[in-house]
């Protein structure tokens, strides 16, 4: 059997990330396909290593260049992923000894034909195992300490803190360094959430009940829940508690019309068709038909034939359906800085321009989803990001179009969140409600 390098693969994908901007779940999820016949122990190394990496690299990077005159933004782009990845090794993965560590990050070079740079990747390695514990940091209490200890960009760093204090900002970007558990919401119309505990724990997975959700399950020890019999069979399917939060507020009942605007990958669709008993109508739309089609299998597996995908661009009003709907979602493409810990390339790829961008495209998508509420209806406006401008400051938006008025979102949100909620909107944090950072608001349209 050929030997696969998981070290090789890890520093492949990291590289791919940092050089193109891609995604690490997709990136990922393609060198773990394409070197298939990886045992699982190292199919799991290779995960940890660059989402590590990437959750940490900011840190990593300031340890490196203590020690290297050529810093680690001037290297070669695979060398640099090389010794990331060595240097996560060594400060955070403790079953892996700093010699092991050193010495498979030599190897590897010279057999990817670097073999001029050997010796300059084992002196760093073996400078930053002697020594990583006594590199100094910026003054703490300062952004510059935040941004380096739990390496986040000092412009998102400054941002958070020009909205919280000090002690808060440092919970949320140590929690975004955390990897989260798996979270899933409980399909109802097949099971129940204590039914499907028992069963998951039968099988040796350890499930906790969900903090403010009685439909959530947080699973841990998990690889591939798509592997799960009872995913097969349609009794849950993935979603965090903020997003099914979301759901609460927007309240759907049944026989009532629900339109989903930007719906992928479908988990308020199917929550709201469950909570609705199967009773009504879910119309949920994407702009992208693989999209919307990965929409429509995953409700065929719920049993949900409530749900109907269309494809439509959010930002365009259809006069089809104007006033239309009692209740409509917009869960609006964002900057995504609340979900940091799933996707830790965010820290790297995102840009304040990009929020800018973005905010345009938040604005055309809540006017036309305005548009399609019934009188008396509700408008449930909802991010998974962390950012003033794209979260109260449109939520502000919906309210100056002048027909809509704050709903107060509190009677449907458990009690040890009200605390968080006012003026019809909350900001859930990470590392403080235990949640992704999830922004939800909602207005009610005035009656004719």
């Known amino acids: 059997m050929i030997y696969i390098d998981p070290r090789e693969v890890a520093a492949d994908a990291l590289t791919e990330i940092n050089k193109t901007g891609a995604y690490n779940n997709v990136t990922l999820r393609k060198y773990l396909r394409q070197n298939g016949a990886m045992p699982k122990a190292d199919r799991a190394f290779v995960t940890e290593c660059v989402n590590g990496t990437l959750r940490n690299m900011i840190y990593i990077d300031h340890i490196i260049n203590a020690f290297s005159k050529t ?62 514990q006594t590199v100094e940091m910026p003054e703490k209490n300062t952004p510059e300490y935040l941004s380096v200890r739990y390496s986040h960009p000092l412009w998102i760093v400054k941002m958070w803190l020009s909205k919280y204090d000090f002690e808060t900002v440092g919970k949320i970007c140590e929690a975004n360094n955390c990897a989260p558990d798996v979270c899933i919401c409980v399909n109802t119309l097949k099971t129940s959430a204590g039914e499907l505990k028992k069963m ?27 592997e799960m019999q ?30 989903d605007v930007c719906a992928a990958p479908g988990g308020k669709s199917f929550y709201a068709a469950e909570r609705m008993g199967g009773v009504g109508r879910v ?7 693989h999209k919307t089609e990965l929409i429509s299998v995953t409700a065929d597996r719920l049993g949900l034939g409530i749900i109907e995908t269309r494809l439509r661009d959010a930002s365009v009003l259809n006069e089809d359906d104007r006033k239309k709907y009692d209740r409509v979602i917009i869960d609006a493409p964002c900057s995504g800085l ?21 905010i345009e495209l ?54 040890a969140l009200k605390e968080f909620s006012g003026g019809g909107c909350v900001q859930l944090l990470p590392g403080i409600n235990g949640t992704d950072g999830f922004f939800i608001a909602a207005a009610r349209k005035k009656a004719l």
């Open 338 to 358: 609340g979900i940091i810990r799933k996707k830790p390339d965010i820290k790297i790829n995102r840009t304040g321009e990009d929020i800018d961008s973005l």
């Open 200 to 226: 998951l724990e039968e099988k040796g997975i350890s499930v906790k009940e969900g903090t403010y959700e009685k439909n959530a399950l947080h699973l841990k020890g998990i690889s591939n829940v798509a």
């Open 283 to 289: 119309v949920s739309c994407d702009i992208y038909p």
């Open 362 to 415: 938040q604005k055309r998508i809540i006017d036309a989803s305005a548009e399609c509420v019934k009188p008396g209806g509700l408008l449930v406006y909802s991010t998974c990001t962390i950012c003033k401008k794209e979260n109260e400051m449109n939520f502000k938006y919906i309210l100056e179009r002048g027909d809509f008025e704050p709903e107060d979102i509190s009677k449907n949100l458990p009690e």
């Open 71 to 132: 810093k680690a933004e001037k290297m070669k782009p695979f060398i640099c992923s090389v010794i990331r990845t060595a240097v996560y090794e060594i400060i955070f993965m403790d079953k892996v000894p700093d010699s092991a560590a050193c010495s498979q990050a030599v190897e590897l070079v010279k057999r990817r034909n670097f073999g001029k740079l050997s010796g300059f990747v084992n002196g760093v390695l073996r400078s930053v195992a002697k020594g990583w």
């Open 230 to 259: 009872e995913f097969r069979d349609g009794l849950f399917h993935v979603q965090d508690e903020s997003s099914m939060l979301a759901v609460d507020v927007l309240d759907p009942a049944a026989n009532e019309k629900i339109l």
